[in-house]
């Protein structure tokens, strides 16, 4: 399961969903992944305090990962490996911005 280095608030409904969705026994759908990079995508744009304090190499490997998720989503590719990389990236993703 998901354990980022600096936590949302366990409480909060958007880490209990995010811990939900990277889990690895949750089966992955489209809007899924799509709320984890949306969710990625304002806490950059709100400019999260966290992210000043994020290493440059963290911030390009979260880039990436966004990256590939997105364009995963793009091409629409099938298969389990691809859910497996696809929840790495996005993991990889938010990790990237936590660290």
Not at 16 to 39: A, F, G, H, Q, T
Not at 51 to 64: E, G, R, V, Y
Request: hydrophobic share 35%.
């Amino acid at each position: 399961m998901y354990e980022p280095t600096r936590p949302l608030p366990l409480d909060s409904p958007a880490s209990k969903r995010l811990n939900r969705l990277l889990d690895p026994s949750y089966p992955l759908c489209r809007e899924d992944v799509i709320w984890v990079l949306e969710y990625i995508k304002k806490k950059v744009a709100d400019i999260d305090p966290t992210l000043m304090d994020s290493s440059q190499p963290n911030l390009i490997k979260a880039f990436h990962s966004f990256a590939e998720a997105s364009m995963s989503l793009i091409q629409r590719k099938n298969g389990d490996h691809e859910v497996d990389r696809l929840r790495r990236w996005l993991t990889d993703a938010v990790e990237g911005l936590s660290s």
